[in-house]
């Protein structure tokens, strides 16, 4: 047990979990919809690097989420997600596509945390090893781009 709990501590002062929380929230403050359109960025980024006979099928609920989030009851996005976590055979990919759909939902419930949270567990499916700095590297830029873009569109409206 006393390993268990040094091991926790030190996972806890390398700061490894929840490390995407901090993006997830500053892009929610602007609009839940930018903390949404990451999620959407990383798992584009990652479907782009991996090799999956679903992704063809995952692939249309990505797209529905780019186009169709904001006219859809928060009930019709928690059905996508039940929908899609049910498919046979769940990958992560598919798993973070749900959880991409019920924090949709969040969002619209206003219920901002769990949002926030469902987000975070969406983006961290789709990097299951943070010393993967190829793929980490893209969604820190993915987050920074969308940050600026979002910025630089209020300033030019200001």
Request: aromatic share 12%; glycine share 2%.
């Amino acid at each position: 047990m006393k390993q268990i709990i040094e091991n926790v501590k030190q996972t806890i002062a390398q700061k490894t979990m929840l490390w995407f929380y901090p993006i997830v929230r500053e892009l929610q403050k602007y609009h839940y919809s930018l903390a949404i359109k990451w999620a959407i960025e990383c798992l584009k980024i990652y479907s782009s690097e991996m090799k999956s006979d679903k992704l063809f099928l995952l692939n249309k609920y990505i797209q529905q989420a780019m186009s169709e989030q904001n006219v859809l009851t928060p009930l019709q996005c928690y059905e996508i997600g039940r929908e899609i976590w049910y498919l046979p055979e769940r990958e992560e990919i598919q798993t973070a596509i749900a959880r991409l759909w019920w924090s949709i939902e969040a969002f619209k419930n206003e219920e901002e945390h769990l949002g926030i949270m469902e987000t975070t567990a969406a983006v961290e499916l789709v990097l299951p090893d943070i010393s993967d700095h190829h793929l980490l590297d893209q969604y820190l830029e993915a987050a920074l781009r969308i940050y600026e873009e979002y910025s630089s569109q209020n300033q030019a409206c200001e």
